[in-house]
């Protein structure tokens, strides 16, 4: 089973930037899609970004547009999430993702992804 290690969450003011990565030491050209999503507390699982990796194609929640950019690095097999101007609704943990399933709901759902790693806090304050 392959595993996806997530780094970098914490806590930081509004304002602030955080970087997320997600190492995938199994990932190969099967897994062409790797995403961020996050969970809030009584809240379902949203997609925050997700990249199409054959072409580099980004797909980014309305909510984090021109503040969240999600990056991949081929060589390292690595997926990052560099997020700034941080809110406090995006208070979450965020999981990485990939997928191998052949179901597809779309870049940002949930579902689409089989995947997951164990997730990494976010905690922004205002």
């Known amino acids: 089973q392959m595993q996806l290690v997530e780094f970098g969450g914490g806590s930081v003011q509004a304002g602030g930037p955080l970087r997320l990565s997600c190492a995938a030491p199994?990932?190969?050209?099967?897994?062409?899609?790797a995403g961020w999503f996050r969970q809030a507390p009584g809240r379902e699982r949203e997609g925050a970004a997700t990249i199409f990796a054959p072409n580099g194609a980004t797909y980014y929640a309305d909510s984090v547009k021109g503040r969240f950019t999600i990056s991949q690095d081929n060589v390292k097999n690595t997926v990052s999430l560099q997020m700034n101007s941080l809110k406090p609704e995006d208070t979450a943990m965020y999981y990485c993702?990939?997928?191998?399933?052949?179901?597809?709901?779309?870049?940002?759902?949930?579902?689409?992804?089989?995947?997951w790693g164990q997730g990494t806090q976010v905690t922004v304050s205002s």
């Open positions: 199994g990932y190969t050209s099967n897994h062409n899609w």
């Open positions: 993702a990939t997928r191998l399933s052949s179901t597809w709901y779309g870049p940002l759902v949930p579902k689409s992804f089989d995947i």
